[in-house]
């Protein structure tokens, strides 16, 4: 099972969509939910009856989200059936809809939902058509992680747009609001109306494995005007955008899918530091907010992580910085959230904590079942689970999923990966990418000057759907720039074998471009670099992750940072060597030095131009 992120239901009455999605305020609900933001307006009573019709089987469903394999609701290849069966114990999506009534479907690569866009709006249509035929039928908020950068889930032909470090480094709130609207907009005219995006953490600790360059950096500050401004694009598009991790991930050296994090900041340090982009989320009306599985002793000494705490989901998150949206779990199958409790405790605990939606549980019959006997025994009340379910409703009734759902091919011929979006992204890149170092003038590189460049360095697989791999495209680029570019693969622990390669091959160019990731003190890429260096000729490197990376080649005179290796930042980057486009991004996080840590090489708003 990947982590990223039964039994019949006792229905009876089959009502028309139509009285459904009509149900008006004649109709009463006996709940006992507070009304405290909620006044009983027209709409807050429909979706209130609708929440009277529902039996508790079907309560239970729509506080989850969940994968499901294949590219199709009905009709999946039998090797998705077959993952189906050995994960969920359903044949297909429709069928998982069917059994346990689940409000959201999260969208995932390698459950190979997202094959082309015309596909997936396919699917989605298929996954609200089967949710809708059901008794007291209701729409699906359908999810995924588009945060673009190094995490998306719908690659080409979509618009991919930089990272959210690289983002950061642009500094611009008009360029990070373009993003959400246009990748709202194509993730909407696929069907898919919830994204996991933006990142609110602020990245403070080099080492962070998980977050890095998936936060806009260090600065809170900054980092929430971008969050800010990238929410109000994502909801002019209608679509749900969601801050996460909440209470804060940015400074923790524990991967929390294989681990669980502690972070130690005081909680004045929180105040001031993790908690303000949050603030600002829920300032600007952010529709969900995702937990972290980490723990926070300074706001709750229990050892329980945030996503299972009460005092930070309820006491800080609900209570203090009074919001009253969608709480969604980060995925229930990640090692952060199952340390300490069993499966069948987990959701139980979340929504105990205050958490609305239980995200892509390891085992959903066994989430399912144990929050329904909770309601059955008492621990949990069937009111409990009502505030939640409206806070999901009302989410869905402002994206207006209850009065039309489906969406059409004509729409995706006219959305998505249109030349106006790719062009835009292309532009909003070439703001991003940061000159960190530019000794002797040694860039921009002329081609008539230096006509053969040599491209070797690290190809991780690309991270998007995008074309790959990163030397590939670098060489293409500076190509079509007028240079004769070669592309040698080198990997990110080059062996002595692979350097000798490169560093013979480096005699025959006129320069050598090199792209690097995530090098440490002890990296045979440090090894290569050295190399290339020994043999005369010009050496340009390109951090394709961390822009930390420099600080471990102190004699490379030229060095840029991509923060990602996506295609749209390295064609970008390329401009910039070719010196088509003139460097302006400026660091967003601080570069210690690689051999005294407490001391800072390149401060946070460092960069150069031409």
């Not at 980092?223 to 991790?245: F, I, P, S």
């Not at 949990?380 to 939640?388: H, W």
Request: charged content about 20%; some cysteine; aromatic content about 4%.
């Amino acid at each position: 099972m990947h982590d990223n992120s039964t039994g019949s239901t006792g229905n009876t009455a089959r009502p028309s969509r139509r009285t459904v999605l009509t149900a008006t305020a004649g109709l009463t609900a006996a709940l006992t939910v507070p009304a405290t933001a909620h006044a009983a307006t027209p709409n807050e009573r429909r979706l209130r009856a609708l929440v009277s019709r529902m039996t508790l089987q079907e309560k239970v469903g729509q506080l989850f989200v969940m994968r499901v394999y294949g590219h199709s609701a009905t009709d999946p290849d039998q090797a998705d059936i077959d993952a189906n069966l050995k994960e969920i114990g359903v044949r297909t999506a429709a069928e998982l809809i069917e059994k346990y009534r689940v409000g959201g479907i999260i969208y995932f690569t390698w459950a190979h939902n997202t094959r082309d866009p015309h596909q997936i709006s396919e699917l989605s249509n298929g996954i609200q058509r089967a949710s809708l035929e059901q008794p007291r039928g209701l729409p699906l908020l359908i999810t995924t992680d588009q945060e673009h950068g190094i995490v998306c889930r719908v690659g080409k032909p979509a618009t991919l747009f930089p990272g959210a470090m690289a983002i950061g480094a642009g500094r611009s709130r008009t360029d990070a609001r373009t993003l959400g609207r246009i990748s709202g907009a194509e993730l909407r005219a696929m069907g898919i109306n919830q994204d996991y995006s933006p990142d609110a953490d602020v990245n403070v600790n080099p080492a962070n494995p998980v977050i890095g360059v998936r936060s806009f950096g260090a600065d809170p500050d900054a980092v929430a005007g971008l969050v800010t401004a990238e929410v109000k694009g994502y909801q002019a598009a209608r679509v749900a955008a969601t801050a996460k991790h909440f209470p804060g991930h940015g400074d923790t050296a524990v991967d929390s899918h294989t681990g669980f994090p502690v972070i130690t900041h005081t909680r004045e340090v929180w105040e001031t530091l993790d908690a303000v982009p949050f603030k600002a989320a829920i300032e600007a009306g952010i529709d969900s907010i995702m937990t972290a599985h980490i723990q926070f002793p300074a706001l709750d000494d229990s050892g329980d992580p945030a996503t299972l705490s009460h005092p930070i989901l309820t006491g800080i998150l609900r209570g203090e910085l009074g919001y009253d949206g969608v709480v969604v779990t980060d995925s229930l199958g990640m090692e952060g959230v199952r340390t300490k409790y069993g499966d069948n405790r987990v959701p139980v605990l979340a929504l105990k904590a205050g958490v609305d939606q239980l995200l892509n549980p390891p085992s959903l019959d066994v989430a399912w079942r144990a929050v329904l006997q909770a309601v059955q025994i008492g621990e949990l009340t069937e009111a409990r689970l009502d505030e939640s379910i409206l806070r999901i409703l009302r989410l869905k009734a402002r994206l207006g999923l209850l009065d039309k759902v489906h969406v059409t091919r004509a729409g995706v011929d006219d959305t998505v990966g249109t030349k106006s979006h790719l062009a835009t992204a292309d532009r909003i890149a070439e703001r991003t990418t940061t000159l960190l170092v530019n000794e002797d003038g040694i860039l921009p590189l002329d081609h008539a000057a230096v006509p053969r460049i040599l491209v070797v360095g690290a190809d991780p697989d690309s991270p998007s759907g995008t074309t790959g791999p990163p030397t590939g495209v670098l060489a293409t680029t500076l190509t079509e720039l007028g240079f004769t570019a070669t592309a040698l693969s080198t990997g990110t622990a080059p062996s002595p074998a692979v350097i000798a390669k490169a560093e013979a091959a480096a005699r025959d160019a006129d320069a050598v471009v090199v792209g690097t990731y995530n090098v440490t003190a002890g990296s045979s890429q440090r090894t290569l670099v050295e190399r290339l260096l020994a043999t005369g000729k010009p050496v340009v490197a390109v951090a394709i992750r961390n822009p930390y990376d420099v600080a471990q080649f102190p004699a490379v005179k030229g060095y840029l940072a991509s923060y990602s290796w996506t295609d749209v930042e390295l064609r970008a980057a390329a401009r910039v060597i070719a010196g088509r486009v003139d460097p302006s991004g400026r660091l967003p996080v601080p570069v210690q030095r690689a051999d005294d840590p407490g001391q800072v090489l390149y401060p946070l708003g460092h960069g150069l131009t031409y």
